[in-house]
C-alpha cells in the first residue's frame, strides 16, 4: 500500500501574544480609513495584510536597515506565504495597533509575524514569509553579516531548511540558493 501524497507542512502556531523573550518588536498605530472599509462597515480582509506590510517596514528601518537600503543593495524579501487569522473585526475610525517582529531569518528566507489589536483586544493574528530576491527576481541569499545581525533580533533561531517535497514552492530556496 502507497503512502497518501503529503501536503504543504503545517503553518507555525500563530501568534497569540507578542513574544516575551528575544525577539524585537515594533508597533505602529493606524487609525482605519472609510475607504479601508467594506459594505458591512468592516475594514476588508485585505487591508489587514497592508497594515502588517507597514509595520514590517517599519520593523526593518527600526532595527535593521530600511528597505530602500535593501533594494539598493540588490535585494528585495518577496512574501511567499501568508496566514491570518481573523478573530474580530476592525471598523472605520478606530485606532489598532500593529506589532510585529522577526520570527527568524535563514540563508535565502525569513518570517515576521504581527498581532493586530483595539484597545488590547486581538482582532488578527498572523505571518508572513518572504524569499530573499534580486532585481530580476532570482533567489539570492542573504549575506552572511546580515542575517547574523538580523538573527539578534529574531524570536527564535532559524528552523532547519525544508525539502524541497516537504510544503510549499518556497521550500527549496534556502538549499537552491546555498550555491549563489
Not at 32 to 48: L, Q, R
Not at 87 to 101: C, G, H, L, M
Not at 137 to 163: E, L, S
Request: net charge neutral; proline share 7%; hydrophobic share 35%.
Amino acid at each position: 500500500m502507497s503512502e497518501p501524497p503529503r501536503g504543504p507542512a503545517a503553518p507555525p502556531q500563530l501568534p497569540s501574544s507578542p513574544p516575551t523573550q528575544a525577539a524585537v518588536t515594533v508597533t505602529i498605530e493606524h487609525r482605519v480609513g472609510f475607504h479601508e472599509t467594506d459594505a458591512m462597515g468592516i475594514v476588508h480582509h485585505a487591508n489587514y495584510l497592508r497594515f502588517c506590510e507597514n509595520a514590517r517596514v517599519i520593523w526593518l528601518e527600526t532595527h535593521d536597515k530600511s528597505y530602500p537600503e535593501w533594494i539598493a543593495s540588490g535585494l528585495h524579501f518577496a512574501v511567499t506565504r501568508v496566514d491570518l487569522e481573523y478573530k474580530q473585526p476592525a471598523r472605520f475610525d478606530d485606532r489598532i495597533d500593529v506589532t510585529t517582529w522577526l520570527e527568524w531569518v535563514r540563508g535565502a528566507s525569513l518570517a515576521m509575524a504581527y498581532r493586530i489589536e483595539r484597545e488590547g483586544t486581538l482582532l488578527v493574528s498572523g505571518w508572513t514569509e518572504h524569499a530573499s530576491i534580486n532585481d530580476a527576481g532570482r533567489v539570492r541569499r542573504i549575506p552572511r553579516q546580515d542575517r547574523d545581525r538580523m538573527n539578534r533580533h529574531a524570536r527564535v533561531a532559524a528552523p532547519r531548511a525544508r525539502k524541497a517535497d516537504e510544503s510549499s514552492p518556497e521550500s527549496a530556496l534556502d538549499a537552491d540558493a546555498g550555491s549563489r
